[in-house]
């Protein structure tokens, strides 16, 4: 067993001041199991207390401009990538090294994912100015250091709508950070509940911003319960919320929050295309699973007018044999899970769907076992592709932590009608009729057309929500 | 106040043992349920019975007994006549466990009193009690113990049961709605009236601090009590919401024992608060879960045991709801003490706590 006194320690960090409190978490590495962390844990009170406060932190961004804090936001960016920065409060560094392991070994994301998502971090840390740019469709950003400017000629004034942004961050993916980001240039405190075995992230940034000149009184880092959790929702005048459909469903309609659930993404082939499918192989498996099919752009189905046992059966063909890897091979294309139970629940819920008749598990005939295996102590899912034979499957828009997709065969002009909400739609279609009903579609949040990979996306154009208009509002404004 | 040795702590609590064993178990002074009880067992306490070891030849005492059984088969022979109170336990809901009772309450408040400073609870001033009034022990005893400082007590009514239905139904809106209507009227006391004495429940306490500075307001102690009260959320209110500046008093306690006081934090503590039953009159064990006849060693988790031993009631054996660690006698305490009390078993799962 660890001595917990000599591991790091993770305070809480009230308007930027480490707290240290008489209950904390370990965080245990996924294989095995020993404690490498401990995190100090709030009560709700403390946030309560602590947001009444929150006019400081605001106060303390407002003394920059918004230039300035894109210039920090950049090297707070660098350093987050490569520099060395402190770990806690007991004397301990962490070098950009030491973060891929740590979180590798608590999340079981293998380091070439950790790099990859430290590389999108660090891309979205040193082009807030172009983000900005984009979010608010070019507005001179001085507008928002005096409150009030012209743009193209037109009086303009933005207010800010909250004093805070509220973050109950998940464990799944450190990109998910990258959400956040603008929100410091745009002179909004962060107030972050991280995910329990993912602290990593969201410290190392505080401490890169902070060490990059950014005041420490605009951060907010609180381990808490599920009641501090809704504390931070509630107080927050704006908030992020993440977590699957029924979560995000309570929230969808409040303009309060910013929902970040499923992503639901796809890729559709038109009748134009589907002739030549073969040649999309490659991008559909990178879609399903880049990232360890871990994020919400990860296509989880496949959606065709014809041919639909064929893909399933050349998908399966590639993701099928996929095994786990060592942490630090360069190869490795699974993630662990960091808790073992979410594995658990997902191959039985997959169990669950295949009992209703039409729908095949296809990878099961191209890989040796089950889907669910321990490899190094850690447990890991292997990539499932389910072939349905209609969107009235259960199992058909479905989406897991996991590379997982189904495949469907459903006619052209039945697609939109049939697909629901999706984050991002990538379709593979020159046909101008079928590429109009795709650009009139509510349903789609990202649109790519032709081959593209559902996981591109672009900073300057949100693709699920837009933090500028979320923290900020225009008002009509005359001065005399 | 000195501190007794173990060694007399024990002789008194075995003598007092004795005579409410022989107060109880005999025909001219019991009552009707323990001389029926002690036919039916087969044995006589009053001469097996010798020190609080011996205690263990009766079985735990039954909760049912007090929800099933009409009260008067509680009354001492040789109280018959006297009216009594009724008074009925916290939060649960269905019949509720009911306690008879004469006296008692006065005895333990009384001694209570003598615990806290009148610094922090002055003499001949005002109280406001804001917590489960009604049925329960605890609104005559919050009101004898501002009677015996000289003072009087406002009254807030919070109905704990009504709560913990809000919270099972999930209905959290109702459930804060009405916390919010018990805090106004509280807030509404303190701005209208000199009160320097408060008496509530922990997350009462904070919401009240939120709406009001509770310091400008004149409130100089809290005493509190009525639930899970982890170190870290101990330090919370001392530092956060009483600013280090009002005196807290953590007591732990209910209908059937009484009350436990709490010894006066140290640094060395950490903020764990450990409770010292009302001896000889009550005892505390923490004992192991799968072999109550045990106790667990020092610092080590149990299950909560609690025995009674007045005139009025006797109640051995009884198995609280309650986990706590057990911890060495403390100045000015000669006896063991429990800390940390939670919810038995709040570590496997979500218990309902509501309000308090």
């Known amino acids: 067993m660890s001595d917990l006194s000599t591991l790091p320690h993770l305070p809480a960090l009230r308007r930027g001041k480490p707290y240290e409190s008489l209950e904390k978490n370990e965080v245990l590495d996924h294989g095995s199991g020993k404690a490498v962390a401990v995190v100090s844990q709030v009560n709700a009170g403390i946030l309560k207390k602590d947001l009444q406060r929150i006019g400081e932190g605001r106060a303390a961004l407002r003394k920059f401009t918004v230039a300035q804090l894109v210039e920090i936001s950049a090297k707070a960016g660098d350093l987050f990538l490569s520099g060395t920065l402190p770990l806690g409060d007991r004397g301990h560094m962490q070098s950009a090294d030491d973060y891929v392991r740590t979180l ?29 740019n984009g979010l608010s469709r070019g507005l001179p950003m001085e507008v928002i250091d005096r409150g009030y400017g012209e743009q193209s000629g037109a009086a303009v004034s933005y207010y800010p709508t909250t004093q805070a942004l509220g973050l109950v961050m998940p464990s799944n993916s450190p990109a998910v950070n990258s959400l956040w980001l603008p929100a410091i240039a745009l002179k909004t405190p962060v107030i972050i509940k991280p995910g329990r075995e993912e602290p990593w992230t969201p410290f190392r940034l505080i401490q890169a911003f902070i060490a990059a000149g950014a005041p420490p009184e605009a951060f907010g880092f609180y381990p808490t319960d599920h009641e501090g959790s809704g504390e931070i929702m509630r107080l927050c005048g704006r908030a992020l919320i993440f977590g699957d459909a029924n979560t995000v469903a309570q929230y969808r309609d409040n303009p309060k929050f910013s929902v970040h659930g499923p992503g639901f993404s796809k890729i559709l082939i038109g009748d134009d295309k589907i002739e030549n499918w073969p040649e999309y192989i490659d991008l559909m498996v990178s879609s399903i699973a880049e990232n360890g099919g871990r994020s919400c752009v990860n296509a989880s189905a496949v959606v065709v007018p014809k041919y639909a046992r064929e893909i399933a059966q050349a998908l399966s063909a590639k993701l099928g044999p996929v095994l786990p890897l060592g942490p630090a091979d360069e190869g490795a294309r699974l993630s662990g899970f960091a808790n073992p139970k979410m594995a658990d629940h997902i191959d039985a819920a997959i169990d669950e769907g295949l009992k209703t008749p039409g729908a095949q598990d296809v990878t099961a005939l191209h890989r040796e076992g089950g889907r669910k295996m321990l490899f190094e102590g850690g447990t890991y899912l292997r990539p499932t592709i389910i072939q349905c034979d209609s969107f009235e499957h259960p199992l058909s828009n479905r989406e897991f932590m996991c590379p997982y997709a189904s495949v469907v065969e459903v006619p052209q002009n039945e697609m939109l009608g049939k697909i629901g909400s999706s984050l991002v739609v990538t379709a593979i279609t020159e046909d101008p009729a079928f590429t109009a009903e795709l650009l009139d579609s509510p349903l789609i949040e990202r649109l790519n057309l032709g081959p593209i990979t559902t996981m591109k996306i672009s900073w300057d154009q949100p693709h699920e929500g837009n933090m500028f208009e979320f923290l900020y509002r225009r008002r009509s404004i005359e001065r005399a | 106040m000195a501190t007794p040795t173990p060694e007399a702590a024990q002789a008194q609590l075995d003598t007092q043992l004795r005579e409410i064993i022989q107060w109880h ?67 649960t809901t269905g019949m509720p466990k009911q306690r008879i009772g004469w006296e008692d309450y006065k005895t333990d408040y009384s001694e209570f009193s003598e615990k806290i400073s009148d610094e922090h609870f002055p003499r001949n001033h005002f109280w406001l009690m804001m917590g489960p009034t009604g049925p329960r022990r605890l609104r005559l005893a919050i009101e004898h ?105 953590p007591t732990y306690g209910n209908t059937l024992m009484g009350l436990a006081a709490s010894v006066p934090l140290t640094p060395a ?21 799968e072999n109550t006849q045990k106790t667990v060693e020092y610092d080590a988790w149990g299950r909560v045991e609690l025995t009674t031993l007045t005139r009025e009631f006797f109640m051995p054996r009884f198995l609280e709801r309650d986990e706590a660690i057990r911890r060495k006698p403390r100045a000015q305490y000669a006896w063991d003490g429990v800390a940390e009390v939670r919810p038995f078993g709040a570590m496997q799962k979500t218990i309902v706590e509501g309000v308090y």
């Open chain 2, 25 to 91: 178990f005999s025909p001219e002074t019991g009552c009707p349920f323990w001389l029926n009880w002690a036919a039916k067992a087969g044995w006589d306490p009053r001469t097996e019975i010798h020190t609080s070891a011996d205690l263990i030849k009766f079985p735990h005492f039954q909760d049912e007994w007090l929800r099933d059984l009409q009260p008067e088969v509680w009354v001492p022979k040789a109280y018959a006549g006297r009216p009594f109170n009724i008074f009925e336990t916290g939060g």
């Open chain 1, 104 to 132: 590798s070994g608590t999340s079981g994301l293998p380091h070439v994912m950790v790099r990859r998502n430290m590389t999108k971090i660090h891309y979205a840390l040193t082009h807030v100015g172009t983000v900005l």
């Open chain 2, 269 to 289: 503590d950490q903020y764990s608060i450990t409770y010292y039953a009302p001896q000889p009159r009550a005892i505390l064990r923490v004992v192991e879960p």
């Open chain 2, 145 to 249: 113990l501002a009677n015996v400082r000289g003072s009087a007590c406002y009254f807030i009514d919070l109905d704990p049961r009504w709560v913990k239905k809000l919270i099972t139904n999930k209905q959290f809106d109702q459930a804060k709605a009405y916390m919010d209507h018990v805090v106004d009227q509280a807030a509404t006391i303190l701005k209208h009236r000199k009160v320097s004495g408060l008496f509530t429940t922990p997350k009462l306490l904070e919401a009240l601090a939120e709406r009001v500075d509770i310091w400008d307001a004149g409130i100089r102690g809290v005493f509190c009590g009525g639930t899970t009260m982890l170190p870290q959320y101990v330090r919370f209110i001392v530092e956060e919401v009483l600013e280090n500046r009002i005196g807290f008093y």
